[in-house]
Each structure stands twice: as C-alpha cells, then as structure tokens.
C-alpha cells in the first residue's frame, strides 16, 4: 500500500508548525506519522502547473517526541507522485484560494485521492450551498439588493448576515429591524450593492449555540460538539473550553446528516462539518472543517483521533483497491 501523503496547510500554520491540539491538521498529520505515512507538507503558493501537471515544493514532516516537525529542504514533485492530498487551507476563498484549486484540474484522480477535492470546494460555498438542502435549511436569500435585504429583515424581524467568503464567523451580524445602523452594516457589508451576501432567518435556539455535526465520507460520526456564544456575542467566537460543552444528535440530525453525507462524499468532498441549531443546518464546512479532537476527547474521555484515522484509512484504502482494479 503507498503511504505518501501531501498536506496542503495554511500559511499560519506552516509558520508555527508544531503540535498544537487545537489544530485539526496537526492532529491528522501527527497520526498518519505515528502509523509510519510518509508526510509531506505545502501551503497554496508552493502549488503550480508545468508541463500541463499539477506540481508542487513540499516539505518532509518527521515525528520526534510527540511533536511534529518538518525538514527545510523542498522538493519539486508531481502532485501525482503522492497517493493522497488532504486539501485543507482555510477561507477567504480569494482569487489565490481559486488559482490554487485550479492546480488540481491537472491532476489525475485515478492516481490521486483528494480530499477534499479542490475543484469541488471551488464549486461549493458552505453559505450558497446549503441550498443544496433546501429541506434542511432555514430561510435564507442570498443578494447584493440592499432592498432585497431589508425587506428580508422586516418580514422576518431578526435575521443573520453573512458574508459568502470569510471562516470563523468573520463578518457576520445579528440584525433586527429596528436597529437605526442596519442600512450602514448592509452597505458595508455589500460594498454598497455590488457584493453578495446571505441573509438566514434568525433562530432563537442559536442562543443555546450550535452542533458541529461531523462526517467522514458517508459515515456521521456520533460525538458531537457545542459551540456556545461567546460573552456579549450572539455567536461563538472564542475557541476556549468554556464555551464547549457536549452534545447528543437528535435522530432527524443524523438523518439529515447521512444524506448530505452520501450527497457530497460522491462529489470528492470526504471532510464535513454541519453548524446545526434545531435540525436546521446554517453551514456546510468543507474548506477546512475543525473536528473539535481535544474537545470530543475531554468530553466523551476517548481518543476520537483513533476513530477518525480508521475512518480516513479506509478511504484511502478503498481508493487504492479502486486503482488496482483498473490495473487488472
């Protein structure tokens, strides 16, 4: 079985490259090295196309005494040559984020699995898509119509802006309609017209904060996590264990989750996490979804990373079947 695997990383992450157990990608990358992957690292500037392939300038990754570390030395390699790519820089989905997906279009998927497939993140907004599911979701518009928006909010009273791009709840606003600043934060927030955004119904549960429901492949994990509002915030803000607590999927939830999961795992997109408040979904993560591993493992008293490698193991594992069928 080939065990190279290439992790497209974020800028700051690269920058303090060290285990740190808040960081999804840490803990994903120091597992496949305890189970003896070789992996490789690389942020979006590293990516390019010569000779029409996808290639890439990657960094070794070694484990020493628990932490993880990666060697100085580059190498040009095809991002063909790597059995697997784990796609996982984070938001703003800029022109850079774009250009870096369209390094993947050279790229062959027989040889490679991509997770998650970059072309399908280009074609997939975690705010726009959630459409996808309109059975699943709460009202929402999605427009650069000031108009549009305000008579969104009077209609509905309380809404939630958000802007189609950003991560962490940047830019996102409670809105009421009696707020005297509404028309400045809309045309703020689109550029006086010109930049869409989603207006979602407000739900009041969401004082209560929401699930993060996770998926890997078709699977719904059952562990789950609840992200509290931050203090003096309407949102969660503040990635600190006083504002997680445990939490139990509903059987609609997990319904609900399973088929969104059979949906997008057939478009390449393997790592999911639902923001879910009263079996409504309000987000779809599939750029870099954090799964919450030091906060499940303090809450449920597991090792949920061992639970998420089988998982991601056999991924990749069925892939390879997959290619050695094709071979025969």
């Not at 100085?72 to 390699?77: F, G, V």
Request: aromatic letters at 12%.
């Amino acid at each position: 079985m080939t065990k190279n695997i290439l992790f497209i990383i974020d800028e700051l992450e690269l920058k303090y490259f060290e285990f740190n157990d808040l960081v999804t990608n840490f803990w994903f990358i120091k597992e496949f090295l305890k189970r003896d992957y070789n992996v490789s690292i690389a942020v979006k500037r590293d990516l390019f196309v010569e000779s029409a392939k996808g290639c890439v300038f990657s960094r070794e990754t070694y484990l020493k005494e628990e932490d993880i570390f990666y060697k100085k030395e580059m190498h040009k390699s095809l991002i063909n040559d790597f059995n697997t790519v784990f796609f996982r820089p984070d938001p703003p989905v800029d022109i850079d984020y774009i250009n870096a997906c369209y390094v993947f279009d050279y790229v062959d998927r027989e040889k490679t699995l991509l997770i998650n497939d970059p072309s399908e993140i280009k074609n997939f907004n975690e705010k726009f898509h959630i459409n996808y599911f309109p059975q699943f979701v709460p009202k929402n518009i999605v427009t650069s119509s000031v108009e549009a928006i305000l008579e969104f909010i009077e209609q509905n009273n309380e809404a939630i802006l958000k802007p189609l791009n950003r991560c962490f709840g940047s830019g996102v606003y409670y809105m009421n309609k009696n707020d005297k600043n509404l028309v400045t934060i809309i045309n703020t927030m689109t550029e006086n017209g010109k930049t869409s955004v989603m207006l979602q119904e407000y739900l009041p549960e969401a004082a209560l904060g929401d699930k993060r429901v996770l998926i890997i492949g078709e699977e719904v994990l059952d562990e789950c996590i609840q992200k509290l509002p931050g203090d003096h915030n309407f949102k969660f803000s503040i990635h600190s264990d006083k504002y997680f607590k445990s939490a139990t999927l509903t059987q609609n939830e997990k319904t609900m989750a399973q088929e969104i999961a059979r949906k997008l795992s057939f478009k390449g997109l393997y790592l999911i996490g639902l923001d879910v408040i009263k079996e409504k979904v309000i987000e779809i993560n599939v750029t870099s979804p954090c799964y919450f591993i030091r906060e499940i493992n303090q809450h449920y008293g597991i090792h949920f990373e061992d639970k998420i490698m089988m998982h991601l193991e056999k991924i990749i594992q069925n892939h390879i079947k997959r290619q050695e069928i094709c071979l025969q």
